[in-house]
């Protein structure tokens, strides 16, 4: 089964995934180049929400461009199984060498907003990520290194620290907030 499949077979959490499933299925059956940042205006993404074995804390970088402390993620950049991405960008942007997926699922499907910034001395305009996001699972033991192309910081944090850390309102109440609860059903 292929990730368009993946996406239409979930079953959302909530109003925020209800919706937001529906736009990035039409994005996906409308944009051939769905999973390239060629297409300005959006492209798909996978995020990780990674978590202890004991599911009391979450690992987070504090993200250069958006000033903030978040969770990991990136782009497809031609790549269709979102899982992998997850998993790269967990290991790139943390040092983690062993994340493992607690199911390869899907666990939050989420259409994003990007503010234009700069990056690499270029300038990147206003455009949407088409986000998947996966549940994983790493030790609070592991090395952990900062990705200085991407990130200034990587711990572990609570759950509730883990809202209070980052300064995205918007990313607070509608997805760490529903990662979390989401967290107390498994």
């Not at 944009?31 to 060629?38: G, K, M, V």
């Not at 979450?58 to 979102?82: C, P």
């Not at 592991?142 to 990130?151: V, Y």
């Not at 759950?159 to 109440?173: G, I, Y």
Request: proline share 3%; with cysteine; charged share 30%.
């Amino acid at each position: 089964m292929g990730i368009r499949e993946d996406i239409a077979n979930y079953r959302p959490f909530n109003e925020q995934e209800r919706r937001d499933k529906a736009v990035i299925l039409d994005f996906l059956d409308n944009n051939e180049d769905a999973f390239l940042r060629s297409n300005l205006i959006a492209h798909m993404t996978a995020s990780a929400w990674i978590v202890n074995p004991e599911r009391t804390k979450t690992l987070l970088v504090y993200h250069r461009i958006f000033d903030s402390w978040s969770w990991t993620g990136g782009h497809a950049d031609g790549e269709e199984d979102l899982l992998a991405v997850a998993l790269r960008e967990v290991r790139e942007e943390t040092g983690v060498k062993n994340p493992r997926p607690l199911s390869e699922d899907i666990y939050s499907l989420e259409a994003l907003t990007v503010d234009g910034h700069e990056k690499n001395g270029e300038y990147v305009p206003s455009h949407l990520h088409m986000n998947v996001t996966y549940l994983l699972e790493a030790e609070e033991s592991e090395t952990l290194h900062i990705c200085r192309e991407e990130n200034s910081g990587v711990a572990w944090f609570s759950l509730d620290e883990a809202l209070a850390a980052s300064t995205e309102p918007w990313f607070v109440e509608r997805i760490y907030k529903k990662l979390n609860e989401k967290l107390e059903m498994i």
